[in-house]
């Protein structure tokens, strides 16, 4: 990758441990699309930034093995959703800073990733979440690993939801147009049938 010298050390944590209840019960990360997992994309993508990427899966641990330093499960079988592989990948985080993604996402590019990274580099103490338009996107974000025991104590109240959780924690906005092709989550056969081809 270029223009990451300057970048903070960060742990990254690719999501996919959910039910893929919109793929038909499958698992989103290994589905293909253009003739790979959507799972090798991700890593193609991230690899450069960390030596601690971390992926959040609740089954083929196996398959997954492979594109990951560590793999990291819920702490119950209930899939209680994208919080619960937050939590599991900042217990691991080896850096100060877990950039979080979707598994679904492989129209992601290096440019996205960056700004992210820079932004959670000026300002350590808060998560920075992508906002496209008028709309946060809680799964494309970096948390401070130091947000922890605020994210634990919150979850022990019931809070479930990823986008008011960082919210109350002072969120940063980055800022994205509302038709950003980049953050496109493939996650029905359909999306994956008619998303152009990437182009790199």
Request: hydrophobic share 45%; aromatic share 4%.
């Amino acid at each position: 990758m270029n223009d990451t010298a300057c970048l903070p050390a960060c742990s990254v944590l690719l999501l996919s441990g959910g039910r893929g209840s919109r793929m038909g019960g499958q698992d989103k990360g290994l589905v293909e699309w253009q003739g790979r997992p959507m799972i090798a994309w991700l890593h193609d993508l991230v690899r450069p930034l960390t030596d601690d990427l971390i992926i959040s899966c609740n089954r083929n641990g196996e398959r997954y093995a492979d594109f990951a330093d560590w793999l990291v499960q819920d702490d119950d079988h209930e899939f209680q959703g994208p919080l619960a592989g937050i939590r599991a990948g900042l217990a691991v985080a080896r850096h100060s800073c877990l950039l979080v993604l979707p598994c679904d996402a492989p129209l992601l590019d290096e440019a996205l990733l960056v700004s992210l990274l820079r932004m959670a580099g000026s300002d350590p103490a808060h998560p920075v979440m992508v906002q496209r338009g008028l709309q946060w996107e809680p799964l494309f974000c970096c948390i401070p690993r130091a947000c922890a025991p605020a994210i634990e104590a919150a979850w022990a109240t019931g809070e479930r939801s990823p986008r008011r959780l960082l919210l109350s924690l002072g969120v940063v906005p980055l800022p994205c147009e509302e038709d950003d092709p980049r953050l496109a989550n493939l996650n029905t056969p359909a999306l994956l049938l008619t998303m152009p081809v990437r182009q790199d």
